[in-house]
Each structure stands twice: as C-alpha cells, then as structure tokens.
C-alpha cells in the first residue's frame, strides 16, 4: 500500500521540502497543504523589494504550479487544517475535508503578534507576514504622507527603510533603548538606529503605543510618556510566534514542535520545519526555534531525506540577512548571549563587521558593508575560533589569516 506525506503548511519549509522530496528518493503519495490562496513564494521581498514595487506578485512564487506537477506533489491551497488527530492519522479542515497521512510534516510557519492596545483594529492598522497583508500595505503606501512603525526588529526597520525610500514621513517607535537590540546588542543596535535618522526617520526608543485613535481609520497614536503622533498608516511588527492546528494525541510543543537533530517529533511519523520547529542543536547542545529563510528552506530539505530513509543531524551555523536602504546587514553564528563585542571598521558608514564573543571565543558575527569579510567571518564563527582581540578589530589584517 502506498504511504501518504501530508505536508501541512506551504512556505519556504514545505517549498524546501518539495524541492528535495522526490531527489530523496521518496515514492509515496505527497500532499502540500496550505492556508493560502497563493503558490508557495518568496517572503523576504515583502517588507523590501515588493513595498519598493521593484518586485510584483508574479515574481514571488519559488515555482509554478507545473512544477509540483511534474514531482506527483499534490497542491491544494486555501485550506485550512484545523485539527490533526495523530492516533487515527487523520488531519481536518476548515471545509470539512479530511486527510489522511502515515507521515505528517508540520510546515505551519508563525504568525505576528498583535498589538494589544486600543484602536489596533483601526482600518489603517496593518501586520505584516503574508502577500495579501504586504499587498494591503503596498496599497496603502500609495495614498498616504504619515506611517507610523511600531517594533524595531528586523520586519520594523525594513518597513520604515522602504517607506522612507517611497518618501513618506516615517515614525519608529520602540521599547526597547536601541533598535534590534535582541538580535544585535547595543553597539551594533545604536549604529543601525544612526542609519535610520540620518535617512529622515524619526525615532521613539524606550517608549511604547499605548492607544491608536482615529474617527473611521487611524489617525494618531498615543506614546506611554504622553506624545501624540499624527499618522494615516501604522504597521506593527512586534515579533511572531509559531502556529498549529489542534492537536488530538501526545505531541511535546513547546513554543513549537519540540524536536531531535534530525526533526523527528516525539510522536511516531511526525516532523516539523521552519519557523514552528524548536530542534535540537548538536553544537550548542540546546532547542532552539529559528525564524529566518535559509533556516526554513534547509530543514524542509533535511526532513524530506528523513522521510526518504536518509536522517542526518542538522547542525547549522544560523544565519539571516536583512536589506535596509542600500546596505545589507548579514548574521551568522548563535549570538542569543554575549560577554563581548569587537568591531573592525567604521559603524557610521556603516561597512563594520562585528564579531560576538562568549569566554573569549566567536559565536556570531554581524557584516555591514563588507561582503569580502563574510566567508571568513563565518568560518570563524563555525570553528568557534579563540582570536587574538587586537588582530580581529585590526581591518589591516585579512580575517582569512585568523582561521584556525
């Protein structure tokens, strides 16, 4: 009897699993599941290129439709799975369809979180994840002077940058002294926020939106310290979290599918990839839970080898990339804590690279205007090198004369 793969989800996860399903070798029935109307595309572009309209909804599908044909992978799209019943192997949608499954890989994704203050359901008042929420803001952005963002994460400051580009008065507010400060630390954080105001973007750290108010749509927003900023379109983007149907049957999740190296759940036959997935790390001996591109399209293509019968341990050096303006700021390594920052060149150009350390050794890395420094920097942070401190902020020496 043929086996069936029910991928539920159909982003850059269940993409990474398409691609790599059929060249593992596997010859089961392939189901790909997904909340969308829209073939599986590209996300990254939504908060940049797309807003930019340098990109158009034509040139974000990964592949077309034929692509998925010609592979025997079932497509169904705009469904939503609303329970999965691991004992009897069933899934259950929103239209009252039911899909069996022997394997079951949770692609969900994660959704953003919602502002929780009055008026966040304001028209006017948009997240940002999906092409139909990028599309709305794109809409927006045509007609209106006067954006506020709220969040100073990565999604926060790449709104702001794009909006600044398409010349509207941009305001940035958030809570914490500096912006991205819990990916990049103050140091790093305080030279991208010097980026943003030199570019017209007004800046509101360490506060918070305590109210959006506005008379049919919003029109101003209320700061925790009392200021009042007039604006015609609020974008938040205040961090996500990892989304799944109901489970029926024993499931570890935890912030996301709990899951071994090689992304196996605790239940029989169960994976997850991307963003919804906390795996095991085999270097940093620790569950972690990524939510970044190459992260997502990496674990769909392990768990497909899993499934075809070849698991291998997935132990990554993470990384991320985000374009802001016409830089682009590159990460790699595990920076979640750090004793130490050293920097190489200039952080108001900004072309620096900056390396985190952890008892004297490099855990991550951050590049900013120094695409030759990215492959050794990553290198580095692989081997976990122990460098001398002079010689890594020197931007005389070659970093490849560093390596281990």
Known sequence: ???????????????????????????????????????????????????????????????????????????????????????????????????????????????????????AQLPGVYLLRSLADARAVRAALDRVEQVVVIGGGFIGCEVAASARMR??????????????????????????????????????????????????????ALLDDGTVIPCELVVVGIGVHPVLPAIEGNLDVQDGVVVDATLAASAPGVWAAG??????????????????????????????????????????????????????????????EWDEVVVRGDLDQPAFTAFYLVGGRIVGAVIVGRPREMRPARRLVEAQAQVDRALLADSTVDLRQLLP
């Open 167 to 220: 010349e509207k008065e941009v305001t940035l507010v958030e809570p914490l002294p500096v912006l991205l400060g819990r990916a990049l630390g103050e140091v790093i954080g305080q030279a991208i926020a010097r980026v943003h105001e030199r570019r017209g973007v007004r800046l509101y750290l360490g506060r918070r939106v305590v109210q959006l108010e506005g008379s049919g749509r919003v029109e101003r």
């Open 1 to 119: 009897m043929t086996e069936t793969c029910l991928v539920v989800g159909a982003g850059v996860a269940a993409f990474g699993f398409a691609n790599a399903i059929r060249e593992a070798g596997y010859q089961g029935r392939v189901i790909l599941v997904g909340a969308e109307e829209f073939l599986p595309y590209d996300r990254p572009p939504l908060s940049k290129q797309y807003l930019l309209g340098k990109k158009d909804e034509s040139d974000l599908p990964f592949r077309p439709r034929s692509f998925y044909e010609e592979r025997g992978i079932e497509l169904v799209l705009g469904e939503v799975i609303e329970a999965v019943d691991l004992v009897q192997r069933v899934a259950r949608a929103a239209s009252g369809r039911t899909y069996g499954f022997d394997q079951l890989v949770f692609a969900t994704g994660a959704v953003p979180n919602r502002l929780p203050v009055p008026g």
């Open 275 to 336: 963003d919804v997935a906390r795996w095991w790390h085999p270097t940093i001996q620790r569950h972690i839970r990524v939510e970044h591109y190459d992260n997502a399209l990496a674990q769909g293509a392990i768990v497909a080898k899993a499934i075809a019968g070849a698991p291998e341990p997935y132990a990554p050096v993470p990384s991320f990339w985000s374009d802001q303006y016409e830089f682009t700021i590159q990460q790699y390594g595990y920076p979640v």
